[in-house]
């Protein structure tokens, strides 16, 4: 099931990474020059500024450019301009402070021409269980992309929810949005309810505000409240809503569990500023312009 509003027309044009440091993706790349050298006669670097972005066409770092463009990640992007694999205007480029101006400048990998990036894609799914939150999944199992299809963009999740939880994710072909948002230092908030097994008491609960370790590192402080418990079966069921503001493996389960309440059930609500607000589990839809210009701000 999907809806689809319509795109953020505001989108800015970046693509995500992943590629290996050693081998750039070719997306973003056009195809090889015959003779495999540069253009005899090219046009200088253009002037820059430091402070200029993308937005003002002025000229970005390079890796920054690279993995706008969906050639590398910014870190891959990095060896491949270290490896000297990297011209702008003909001149090979080995700092990692050099700029360029997309699509201004000729940007060369391998001597592959660097397209212009298109405008990225911003996704919200409500995951239903049962779906691994990967682009591919070596098992074999259901992937969340299978819940998405039709989508020309190379988008990939922001973070990552169980198998087994419900809820909000983004996807984004945006790497550069992706990677702040999932950075512990920008205090993103996610809002998960949980429905754990009996009933936390008041010490519990503060226990799990100021944190509990995790493979010897304690968790954030978060917020913790306590909701409605519900007496059905043989053993009362407490629904929790927890906000963390860090994302490790399994946290809010690892939480609850190690202070005797197991998860019973849990789904993400509320990302940022984003919130499910009336999304059908296992339904998506783009983000509207304001929602990315919210959480960009949210970044800084
Ligand atoms: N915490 C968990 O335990 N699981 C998730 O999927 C997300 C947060």
Sequence with gaps: MKSRPSRPSSSRPRRPGGARPSKPSGRGLASSRPGGRPAAKVPRPTARHADETPEGGGAIRLQKLLSMSGVASRRAAEVLIGEGRVTVNGVTVTTLGAKATPGVDDVRVDDRRVKAAPPARYIMLNKPKGYVTTRRDPQKRRTVMDLIGGIREYVYPVGRLDFDTEGLLILTSDGDLAAKLTHPRHDVPRVYEAIVTGVPDDETIDILRRGVYLDD?????????????????????????????????????????????????????????LTLRGLPVGAWRDLTTDEVEKLRESVG
């Excluded at 009362?236 to 809010?252: A, D, M, S, W």
């Design 217 to 273: 590192r304690r968790t954030r402080e978060a917020g913790v409240t306590r909701g409605a418990t519900v007496h059905t079966g043989r053993i009362p069921t407490t629904k929790l809503i927890l906000t963390l503001f860090e994302g490790r493996n399994r946290q809010v389960r690892e939480m609850c569990a190690q202070v005797g309440h197991p998860v019973r059930t849990l789904q993400r609500v509320r990302y940022g500023s």
